[in-house]
């Protein structure tokens, strides 16, 4: 079979998992089930790893082993949790709590994305009118003023200089902007670029704290998940790494396992995350020593999750009069470097 490297998509999984797990609990056999989904599945990447995954079972391969060959596509967490369940007889559970993860996941990610979209849509259409007003409405002010006999203030004549250079190079500027952007996607998907702009997003002022509680609180559902399932936390840790998409947090982790391996203690580890509050990190500690650490990062995940939805509606109700007011400011200036000379006029006729 021709392997396919892209990443499955959530809702994918989601309802892969879904199906899974209502299968075996119908008691209907893992092969009967498999080809069931496989037939039915309307993603053709899905339906080709299904049909290697029965070849294999038919094998005598477990269905954990058989996904191992696909974890790429899969992801690590997913093939690992369904390994667990299967050998320790609860694979219908683990299956509902993989659904019940991704969904609040997706959720999640639709939130920060509606959040984003808004500003984005918002600046562009801001940049759009001030295009216009500088490049088309400008210039024809500026020859009724000529033609009068009108002199242009120096607001009028900077802005005008602007509208004047964008509309003689326009097809360069937008060959130099096309070049950077191509250049900046291709440095993305380099491992040096990959680790640079996932840095970035810990260090922008306004995403900032919404990265950084949307992280957390997938660090800490995924791990309280795989805790329960009896999975020691370096190795949990480590199985956490390419779930968490993020080249700086997979470098933290990293670290992490190497501080708990080395004796450190997991509020130690924690707070150098800088990823929870104190109040947190002492009480996974406490959690830890109790044997509740699984429930204690569930209720983390929980708290994190609604942080996260508190700070996404305050994004969205500052951002908005914020680029009403600089889109008011921008119209503004270049509505006064048109009034301004027929003001001039006026006075001058008068």
Not at 146 to 174: A, D, N, R
Not at 206 to 227: D, E, H, Y
Not at 244 to 273: F, H, P
Not at 277 to 295: R, Y
Request: glycine content about 6%.
């Amino acid at each position: 079979m021709k392997k396919n490297k892209v990443h499955l998509e959530t809702s994918d999984l989601i309802i892969f998992a879904r199906q899974l797990a209502l299968i075996i609990d119908s008691q209907v056999s893992l092969h009967d089930g498999l080809k069931m989904i496989q037939n039915k599945s309307d993603n053709k990447q899905l339906a080709d790893i299904l049909d290697d995954v029965v070849e294999e079972i038919q094998k005598g391969l477990t269905l954990g082993d058989a996904l191992k060959k696909h974890e790429a596509i899969l992801s690590t967490f997913f093939v690992n949790m369904i390994d667990i369940g299967e050998k320790s007889g609860n694979l219908v559970n683990v299956l509902e709590q993989i659904g019940d993860t991704f969904e609040k996941e997706n959720e999640t990610h639709q939130k920060v994305k509606a959040a984003v979209s808004y500003p984005i849509i918002l600046s562009i259409l801001m940049l759009g009118v001030v295009i216009l007003l500088v490049v088309q409405i400008l210039p024809m002010f500026s020859d009724v003023l000529e033609s009068l006999g009108g002199t242009m203030p120096i607001i009028t004549q900077v802005i005008l200089g602007i509208s004047l250079f964008i509309g003689k190079y326009f097809f360069v500027i937008l060959i130099v902007v096309l070049i950077l952007v191509y250049f900046m996607l291709s440095y993305k998907k380099t491992e040096s670029g990959q680790l640079f702009f996932d840095t970035l997003k810990f260090k922008m002022p306004i995403q900032k704290q919404i990265v950084i509680s949307t992280t957390a609180t997938r660090f800490a559902r995924n791990l309280g998940i795989l805790i329960q399932s009896g999975i020691n936390i370096t190795e949990a840790i480590y199985m956490l790494l390419p779930v968490m998409n993020n080249k700086y947090i997979e470098g933290k982790l990293e670290q992490a396992v190497k501080d708990i391996e080395s004796g450190e203690t997991l509020d130690e580890v924690m707070e150098k995350l800088q990823l929870y509050p104190w109040v947190l990190i002492k009480l996974f500690t406490v959690a830890q020593t109790t044997g509740h650490l699984d429930d204690v990062l569930k209720k983390a995940a929980s708290i994190m999750e609604a942080e996260t939805d508190l700070r996404l509606k305050r994004l969205t109700t500052v951002i908005e009069p914020i680029l009403i007011m600089i889109l008011s400011i921008i119209i503004g200036i270049v509505l006064i470097s048109v009034v301004l000379p027929v003001v001039n006029i006026m006075n001058s006729i008068g």
